[in-house]
């Protein structure tokens, strides 16, 4: 199907989403939850020939083992949707409403984004938990997922389209893109006769080619140059677990901690205490000057390092004079994601939380709480790191708009 | 001076703005409305150059009216500065705090969008008042204005950096890039590194220039084909005040009312009255064929007419079946700006508001009330006809970001 023909068919279900009442929104969702259940052979069937090709091409075992979908994950993936049916639906919500002395009241009320559009990569079970979010705040979505999981991918749509049918919803709520060419991919960034946001997750690589390509207004969401200063008050077994935490807990997350700023009192005591600590894991350091001068058998960090997501068991240490320093630092380096302090200093958290520009700052904790469950959102549709519509983890509002509604007895100006 | 040149000074200015206290940033603001005023000669001066252009080039009388500065003008456009000093800061406000079970204490605090773009055209008081904008909100702002108004916007950017200098603030909080080259303005549309947003101000033509062209995210505003619909039940001497106000109060602006939608069991009666009141000030009148049959002498409304927005004295008539029809419309022909209904029928206003997909919805009132002073800003930087971020007139609040700030006490997951 041409792509203006799938925008046409997601603006048609848009003006029937806008207006569906919660409950049946729910309804429809427990439903698709079971279907999905129920076609549980048909998604295997199509996730082996994805899984086949993909060792056929030699994909690495951590990106077959995202690809690969078992009865289990089929039940994770409807119990999310089961969860996303029981939070709270946004919609209609009037923020505020307040008469102006002409006597109108303008109202300010909470309203689908109308069609989204979702560009992922191999993980199949971004299909089912995108159209449930979506959805769930009454939007049409488009999605456009990578050629890896395509059999999967046309599977689990078709799944919850037989659910929406059934209930005599429009199934073109959720429609997915079988051409994986990048022409489409681009066409589709372009689509702004249709689509109102391209929601990009997936690597840097490809939300950098969302960002280059797109008219349709995006939400950049994803990259993590996450850092930690240990500041000279710190306590140091409380820096040492959170370091631990947010290093090693998982690797390859974007609010994994990438980089360390350390006190300059402090490194000659510290790195010996974090080498030991790292070890445990195998954790590579690269550290400055003054980090190798305080402890041996560390590797030289670059220039390079202090700008690089290493997704992986690597970290870099950078010695500072002190907060301004690490502030600056940190400011010039960071992808605008979670930035952490550790310290006992109040006058220093203060400043880390007031002068930091990211997303999430924390003090004394670990940077891998900035997640939609953690925040306690109940769900998350990705993790934005700019600074217009939504930053920071992205629940159901972050997939709302708002529209002023004004009541009037014949007011004119 | 080159465009990453001034790039990076704005977001070293961005740096001292983002902790500038209200009362440091008021205070700035009176002394470059006082500035402004003492330097109005060599304004003026300037003004006159920009005019004097203008006059060769065979500019019409309207733009060099937009582009014309006075003593007065001068006096408005620092009073303007002024009252944006007045009004309420909206940066440090902590939206809510909650605390985990996990006892980390999450709050989401209002903070600047960084470095703001604005692409304008020919009107020199947008260089005064989008800078008041930007700075009372913490942001620094990067002006690309047009040609027309070139050496007037250098003499008030020079006057408002000359202010600043003196209150020790960094003067690179407003930059203008003088180069007005097309080449320029688009390199300035993708630089990603430094700007946080850009908002074009200006007619159609600017915006789908920078919609096509933009990386850096962009606020879409200005557009507006708004509709007036006259439901069956319409007091008629209401819709015919609000739809004279709407359409001839203004005719250049985008918040006029360029296309009625009439019940078909009202036309016959209600075109006549319409085309009498429309006479006071020659508006033409395009209807479709229920519309001329109902009176005489009117021109035809072709199928372009429903999706052109005239800004002249003009306007369009299609009737219809009733209000399923008018609101289906009204969603196919709008620019997301505003729309009316005049009724005197309950569920048919609550209808028309839920289902009418645009940035204000009124019920029997002007369209004409869609801006930031008549919604009780006090403020606006424009009227925003997408759905990401900010939706209609836009005051402080829509140059502002938001981020987390995470108080704990050692939670690692």
């Known amino acids: 199907m041409d792509l203006n023909e799938i925008g046409a068919l997601a603006k048609e279900a848009e003006t029937v989403l806008r207006n569906l009442g919660t409950a049946k929104k729910n309804e429809a969702l427990f439903a698709v939850a079971q279907q999905l259940i129920k076609d549980s052979d048909s998604l295997l069937t199509a996730n082996e020939k994805d899984i086949a090709r993909g060792k056929e091409n030699g994909m690495h075992q951590g990106l077959l083992d995202r690809l690969l979908l078992t009865r289990e994950r089929i039940e994770q993936m409807a119990e999310g949707i089961r969860q996303v049916a029981d939070l709270e639906d946004p919609i209609g919500e009037v923020l505020s409403m307040k008469q102006r002395p002409n006597g109108l009241m303008i109202g300010k009320k909470r309203v689908p984004l109308g ?11 971004v ?77 840097a690589g490809l ?16 990259t993590g140059n996450c850092h930690i200063f240990v500041d000279e008050s710190a306590d140091f077994d409380m820096a040492l677990d959170i370091i631990f935490n947010a290093k090693t807990q998982r690797i390859g997350v974007c609010n994994a901690c990438v980089s360390l700023v350390v006190h300059e009192h402090i490194i000659d005591t510290f790195m010996p205490l974090l080498k030991e600590r790292l070890a445990e894991k195998q954790v590579e350091i690269r550290g400055d000057e003054a980090a190798r001068h305080a402890v041996s058998g560390i590797n030289a960090a670059k220039e390079e390092d202090w700008g690089t997501e290493y997704l992986d068991y690597i970290i870099s240490v950078k010695t500072v004079s002190g907060i ?84 009037g007895n014949g007011q004119i100006r």
């Open 115 to 125: 069609v989204i559009g979702i560009i992922y990569e191999s993980r199949p079970n």
């Open 127 to 203: 299909t089912a938990d995108a159209f449930a979010l979506c959805f769930k705040t009454g939007n049409a979505v488009i999605l456009k997922g990578g050629s890896d999981a395509i059999c999967s991918n046309i599977a689990i749509v078709k799944s919850i389209q037989a659910a929406l049918e059934e209930k005599q919803l429009p199934k073109t709520a959720i429609q997915l893109i079988e051409d994986t060419s990048r022409e489409t991919a681009t066409a589709f960034m372009k689509l702004n006769e249709y689509v109102d946001v391209l929601i990009p997750r997936g690597g």
């Open 207 to 222: 939300i950098r080619a969302v960002v280059a390509n797109a008219t349709v207004p995006v939400i950049e969401t994803g």
């Open 324 to 407: 301004d320093e690490a502030i600056a630092h940190i400011n010039r380096y960071n992808t605008g994601h979670s930035e952490a302090i550790i310290t006992k200093d109040y006058a220093n958290a203060q400043k880390f939380l007031d002068e930091v520009d990211a997303a999430a700052v924390y003090v004394n904790a670990s940077t891998r709480f900035t997640d939609g469950f953690e925040f306690g959102f109940g769900a998350e549709i990705g993790i934005s790191t700019q600074k217009l519509h939504a930053r920071g983890p992205m629940g159901l509002e972050a997939l709302t708009s708002t529209k002023y509604i004004i009541y």
